[in-house]
């Protein structure tokens, strides 16, 4: 089995053509700033310092390679949407990530929600994005274990009617069930 727990920073890059020279499949994380991207790469491979996380938005502002396994890597995507001083930086992640959305060697984008919020413009424009250009992902909501029952529910019902009936992963960096379960998609889609 696959050992996430092997999971080395290769190196950050400002686009693709700096990306790493050694390929491997990627997997890519994008959702806008705060998200829990970061706190997420850091759940999945058991490491809690691998990615800086920060309660700041906007404090990625580089593609991040994680190599795992010496099989794949995961790519820590800056955030768009605001940044704490209130900026928008959508264009500037448009801009960057322009070319990297068509590479080859992306596998699928890992598409994080904050499971406790109704999707904003930005989430809806991205996610027209991936849909007009065919690019695989897989839908995490993330924070879920900071909902109760009713908004639990909520949430499900703000899902089904932006995304339909697609399966999507409800996740908590702290339930250990719903990590592996993510793991194994990403495995999956990375390596299959």
Request: proline share 3%; charged share 25%; aromatic share 12%.
């Amino acid at each position: 089995m696959l050992d996430f727990s092997k999971a080395t920073f290769v190196k950050s890059a400002t686009m693709l053509s700096q990306r790493p020279e050694k390929l491997f499949p990627e997997i890519c994380f994008v959702g806008k700033s705060n998200v829990g991207k970061s706190s997420l790469i850091n759940a999945l491979t058991a490491h809690k310092k691998l990615a800086y996380t920060s309660s700041k938005p906007g404090y990625t502002k580089l593609l991040n390679y994680y190599l795992i396994d010496d099989q794949f890597y995961l790519v820590d995507a800056p955030g768009y949407g605001y940044t704490i001083s209130g900026s928008k930086h959508l264009d500037n992640f448009a801009s960057m990530m322009e070319d990297y959305f068509f590479n080859d060697n992306l596998k699928a984008v890992i598409f994080l929600v904050d499971s406790r919020h109704k999707l904003s413009k930005d989430d809806l424009s991205f996610f027209d994005f991936i849909k007009e250009n065919d690019i695989p992902f897989v839908l995490v909501t993330t924070k879920i274990d900071k909902l109760n029952q009713s908004e639990k529910a909520k949430m499900q019902k703000n899902v089904k009617e932006i995304f339909g009936d697609i399966s999507y992963f409800p996740v908590s960096i702290n339930n250990k069930t719903s990590i592996e379960k993510l793991k194994e998609r990403i495995v999956n889609l990375a390596l299959g």
